[in-house]
């Protein structure tokens, strides 16, 4: 495994300058971390991200280097003894070596001045506790079977796993945060103390924040079900996303769908992670049937059945975001790709109307494209040929869709005859009456009625107001 660090070009770029510099310094100075792992793993990121562990003062080394590179660092923690610096698309941190100790109430660590093996020791786990010195870059140290542990697929951690995670409680997220990310297995004594210890994420040591910064890393693996089953398997979902672990053991029709609604999800999941690395549209998926549990009705000749759980599963969001320290500004986005993701399917069943696509094309808007994507992932079954059938239906639907929307412009739908218009015409201050007209074209453009231009909206307002006030006003008497 040595010879891959030559994954590593220390002969250009900001890489060689560290190594220039280490040498002329003379101090002990080495690449740790991640950057080590992904580069012997051979995964290339555009930007280099690069931790620097010094034996020493890492603040007075950081300054020094800059200097000499005629730059400033951009952040220095001369408490922690820890200095960055953002250059030409790299990002280096700079730490002294250190050792550290823990209290039972805080993931926060005292800090004491360490030597090597100590500060690799203190890291999550062995295949990022590996180090290449920056005098000799054609050695690499690696004190814990890092090395072998990349060669074969493991994540274990470097020391007495129960510790490890006990100090540090986050460190079970990040566990399974690379396994999911690198397709690694979980060693069985790591995966013990991740289960024996989950109730520690419970416990106020971890903020809900980076817990869940954590989960949407999962969910941007390549794979996201392998994170999120171990999850499952560990008793950590029932923690962090409770929601989730209920749909385990709801079963389906099986005309639908073959695995229950927890591992259907997975599939749909991972489906859907082909088409798209955007994390929302991954969380939608994951979330898309969150209230079948809820639903769930045991219908004679028909089955289990989960009526309304997309408008509950849509409604279950505001909870589940607060909860979860989500951002609030992609709460709309799910909920409206939870409320219309079993309406494109339902089209596929029966003969495609112009009218009924302006509908479905008016109400997802900007999110069209993003629920064809879903509902194309929502489509699992063991059985083969059934899954090409729905394929080419949903493909037939697809197509109309995309042919309507165009002819019509109806992306972000509404009347081209505005409120103010409709009361400044129709002599009305602000009321009930004004939205009436306003659904009524809205209306008539989704039917077909008329087309989807100002000039036909005005047209039909002149057309429609009297009788429709008449209507309004005689009722209120």
Known sequence: ????????????????????????????????????????LGLKTEELDIDVMVLGDAVEFAEGFAKKNKQTLTAVYKNFGTALLNTGGSKIEFASARKESYSRNS??????????????????????????????????????????????????????PEKTFFDDPLRIMRAIRFASKLGFSIEENTFRAITD??????????SQERITTEFLKILESPKPSVGLNLMYLTGIMDIVFPEMSKTAGVEQRSDYHHKDVFFHTLEVVDNISEMTND?????????????????????????????????????????????????LNRIDYVEK???????????????????????LAAEAGEELVDLLKLCRADITSKNLAKVKKYMNNFAYVEKRIVEVQEKDNLRNFQSPVRGDEIMQICELQPSKPVGILKTLIEEAILDGIIPNTYDAALEYLYKIKDETLREYFRGKK
């Open 107 to 160: 993931r926060k660590p005292k800090i004491e001045i360490g030597t090597l093996e100590e500060d690799l020791s203190r890291r999550d786990f062995t295949i990022n506790a590996l180090a290449i010195s920056l005098k000799e870059t054609d050695k690499i140290t690696d004190m814990f079977g890092g090395l072998e542990d990349l060669k074969n697929g493991i994540i274990k951690t470097p020391l007495e």
């Open 197 to 206: 210890n989950r109730q520690r994420l419970e416990e106020e040591v971890v």
């Open 279 to 327: 994390v929302w549209l991954r969380f939608a998926a994951l979330v898309h049937d969150i209230a079948k549990p809820k639903t769930k009705k045991f219908m004679p000749g028909t089955g289990w059945t989960f009526h309304g759980h997309e408008e509950l599963g849509a409604r279950m969001m505001k909870k589940i975001f607060d909860r979860m320290r989500l951002p």
């Open 1 to 40: 495994m040595t010879k891959n660090i030559s994954n590593i070009d220390f002969s250009k770029g900001i890489i060689k300058s560290l190594a220039n510099y280490t040498v002329k310094s003379g101090t002990g100075a080495y690449i740790v971390g991640g950057f080590v792992r992904d580069s012997i």
């Open 337 to 359: 790709l939870i409320r219309l993701h079993l309406r494109p399917a339902a089209l596929a069943n029966q003969d495609v109307t112009d009218s009924a696509i302006r509908r």
